[in-house]
């Protein structure tokens, strides 16, 4: 619990791109602040996380997943997060361009615009760059999502932020979805007509009523 002690709200956040990228040297990076250079290719791994974002107390989950290609339990995954980290090495082109069809993978599976943060890892490698910055943001502002470059190895801060930033997109649009909707104006409209037809005083003739014998009440569309 923060020095607060506010009680924040849970994210559960998935990692994904190409094979070799970093995913686990970047969630290894956020959860240690270390960095090992030699990983096993990655099976599914779960992390769970409490820290402190905004002097809240949060939980995270971070599913740190294996980048083979997509399968039938990737889409449990999808359906399972609220939001998800997109992530390439600048060094290699082909998992840059992965990425427009793990985003439109995802949007498909959400039925909706996927909570998202793009990153490009490995920016100590510059030598070896294949892919832009420009590149890299305007993909991210195609997918209307935060972008980040970052290395692993060299532990930049960034890793912590767009981890955090992710957390609190999750978090403003969970609070959305949880108000209330508001009525619709038809709806409205329908409860005024009904007070005036039901008030003592008024003489105006009822409406015609239905079989049912209740009132029916045109509302303007
Ligand atoms: N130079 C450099 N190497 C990195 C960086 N991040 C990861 N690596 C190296 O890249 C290799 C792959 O890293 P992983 O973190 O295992 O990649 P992954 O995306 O989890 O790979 P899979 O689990 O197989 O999908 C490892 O040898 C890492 O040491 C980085 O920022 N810079
Ligand atoms: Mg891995």
Redesign the pocket.
């Known amino acids: 619990m923060s020095s607060t002690g506010k009680k924040g709200s849970d994210s559960k956040i998935v990692v994904l ?10 969630v ?1 990076r956020f959860l240690t602040r270390r ?8 099976l599914e791994c779960t992390y769970k996380h409490h820290t402190t974002i905004d002097e809240e107390s949060v939980n995270m989950e971070i599913l ?5 290609e997509w399968t039938i339990q990737r889409e449990g995954h999808v359906r399972w997060a609220d939001g998800f980290v997109l ?1 390439y ?1 600048i060094s290699d082109r082909q998992s840059f361009e992965e990425i427009s069809n793990i985003k439109q993978n995802l949007d498909d599976i959400k039925k909706t615009n996927s909570m998202c943060v793009l990153v490009g ?5 510059c030598h070896e760059r294949k892919v832009s910055y420009m590149e890299g943001q305007n993909v991210a502002t195609d997918m209307s999502c935060a972008f980040y470059e ?5 532990g930049g801060e960034e890793i912590s932020e767009f981890f955090h930033e992710l957390h609190r997109e999750i978090k403003r649009r969970k609070q959305v979805e949880a108000k209330p909707r508001r009525r619709s104006s038809a709806h409205q409209v329908r409860n005024v007509l009904n007070k005036m037809f039901k008030s003592p005083g008024n003489k105006q003739q009822m409406s015609p009523t239905s079989p049912t014998g209740k009132q029916q009440v045109a509302v303007p569309p």
Request: aromatic share 8%.
């Open positions: 791109g190409k094979a070799g990228v970093g995913k686990s040297a970047l290894v960095f090992i250079w030699e990983y096993d290719p990655t740190d997943t294996a980048g083979q992530v090495a890892n490995k920016t100590d490698l970052t290395s692993a190895s060299e």
